[in-house]
């Protein structure tokens, strides 16, 4: 099956999509499945937007919402993850899960599905250490803060992860497992990101939870974003068999850049699939049972939340039985297809922006997401949404208020500013001020931050990548995947790196 990897989508999924029928039309092939390494940017209307951590002149509303909307399909069935880049609104009203839009899943904070007998985990955000213990306490409206420390991961998504026996094909992450840099070419890395010399070599680039998932599930792909570059790497692992044996386990590592004219934005990877079985996506029995035996686990709270260990009497090992997977999949009447029930739970942007189309207005605080009810009810597990106090969003027969009729005049006044119907400021505080642009200095955990445009975007046409051998890159032929070659380098007159002074410090 063809599965192309896309590094930071950054809202521009029709461009995505536009390129890859190009490439079908080329190549005369079909592509099966997409899969997204993070700063997705599933921004609904300008609330979301507002939600976005990112400088306010790259804030864009982008193109989901037409898929969002129904204005547009997608014509590939799309899994992704999230990055630190995204409407973290939206994604909490799926913290396990769940389409965002017709046809693109969001894999949930961490998640694990099934597509045609291909086994696919993923963990959402990026590390910080500062966050990691704690529990999921962040819920809009965001302050500065929260709206920065919502997409940090979480010690219990990976604790979950890790829980995980049974072997997965592809393993999806936003930021870079910590040290991977040490399996592929890192002069040529250096040679393109010169500004990651120092933490490469105090191995301290990428993320130390990730490094760990990595040795300890050795998926065969691992694919991520973040750094907006491309580097392929062919991690080995030493795994001792029953009989004491050593054996090496390899991962076949890819970061790739993100979505611009002549980048490696887009890889085709050919994959085994079973053949006997749609290319839909399923639940994974054992990510069930692992959910269900640590749902107690679960924490809304800032403060912080040990993973249990050895030495208590509690049990601190959740690798699930064959018995206790049987019982998580019965409480799906073993049905785990996924079911296609995605609905919106905010109105959609409207771009003609006309005040009488508007609708009513609606919270902007935590909502509860329908399709995530229906998960956790089936499988009797807690919504995080729940126990912090969301509410029902518009989709459901539990619509927020709509505004009376004395504030609804205001409506007209304005379009965009924090005083309009579409609006509704999440922060007294506006973000401008916290950041410093451009700066020579990246913070410390933030290293992709390097956000350019093409000058002029209308005008740039995004050359379709072409399934050839990729003669530079001898690891990118072992993985039998088919690469994109760039004919250009892309003008990097623009190079702004740029530092939000808040983000993380
Ligand atoms: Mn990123
Ligand atoms: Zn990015």
């Known amino acids: 099956m063809k599965i192309a990897v896309e590094g930071c989508a950054h809202g521009e999924l029709e461009r995505i999509y536009d390129t890859l029928a190009l490439l079908e039309q080329k190549e005369n092939v079909k592509i099966d499945l997409l899969l997204c390494c993070g700063d997705f940017q599933a921004v609904r209307n300008q609330d979301d937007l507002n939600c976005l951590a990112v400088p306010q ?8 919402h037409k898929y969002y909307s129904g204005e547009k399909e997608a014509p590939i069935l799309t899994i992704f993850i999230g990055g630190n880049h995204e409407a973290s609104n939206y994604l909490q009203e799926m913290p396990y899960g769940g389409w965002a839009a017709p046809n693109i899943y969001y894999l949930g904070y961490a998640g694990c599905v099934n597509v045609a007998g291909i086994r696919i985990a993923g963990l959402s955000g990026i590390y910080k250490g500062r966050d990691f213990m704690k529990g999921h306490y962040e819920k809009p409206p965001y302050s500065e803060d929260t709206k920065r420390s919502v997409y940090h991961i979480r010690n219990l998504d990976v604790f979950r992860l890790k829980q995980l026996q049974q072997p997965i094909d592809i393993f999806l992450s936003h930021d870079w497992p910590r040290g991977v ?11 393109a990101k010169p500004f990651f010399k120092e933490e490469v070599l105090t191995n301290s680039l990428g993320s130390a939870p990730s490094q760990e998932l990595l040795s300890v599930l050795k998926p065969k792909f691992w694919f991520a974003a973040h750094l907006h570059v491309k580097f392929p790497a062919i991690v080995t692992h030493t795994v001792t068999d029953e009989e004491g044996d050593k054996q090496v386990g390899v991962t076949k590592f890819l970061a790739l850049d993100k979505c611009l004219p002549r980048r490696h934005f887009l890889q085709v990877v050919d994959i085994p699939h079973n053949s006997e079985q749609p290319i839909k996506l399923s639940y994974d029995p054992e990510w069930l049972a692992i959910l269900l035996l640590t749902n107690h686990l679960l924490s809304v709270k800032a403060t912080t939340q040990y993973m249990p260990g050895p030495g208590g009497t509690d049990r601190y090992i959740f690798n699930p039985t064959a018995e206790e997977i049987d019982a998580a ?13 995605f609905e919106q739970t905010v109105p959609p942007h409207d771009p003609t922006g006309h005040p009488a189309s508007r609708p009513p207005r609606y919270s902007i605080g935590p909502n509860v997401n329908p399709q995530t009810t229906t998960f956790c009810e089936s499988l009797g597990i807690d919504d995080p949404m729940v126990l912090i106090g969301g509410v029902r969003g518009v989709g459901s027969p539990f619509i927020a208020k709509p505004r009376g009729d004395d504030e609804e005049e205001t409506g007209e006044e304005t379009d965009d500013g ?3 119907l579409w609006s509704i400021s999440t922060s007294g505080t506006p973000s401008r001020s916290s950041l410093v642009l451009p700066s020579p200095k990246l913070t410390e955990d933030e290293q992709e931050q390097e956000m350019e445009k093409p000058k002029e975007p209308s005008k740039e046409t995004f050359e379709p990548p072409r399934i050839t051998e990729d003669e530079e890159d001898s690891s990118a032929q072992n993985m039998n995947e088919s690469s994109i070659p760039s004919v250009k380098r892309f003008k990097r007159r623009n190079y702004n790196l740029y530092q939000c002074g808040s983000e993380d410090d």
């Not at 840099?181 to 040679?191: A, M, N, P, S, W």
Request: glycine residues 6%; charged residues 35%; hydrophobic residues 35%.
């Open 418 to 420: 924090p005083s309009s």
């Open 329 to 341: 999949k019965a409480r799906f009447e073993d049905d785990l297809l996924i079911p296609l029930n």
């Open 181 to 191: 840099y040490h399996f592929g070419d890192v002069d040529k890395l250096l040679r």
């Open 57 to 64: 002149k790259y804030r864009e509303m982008g193109t989901f």
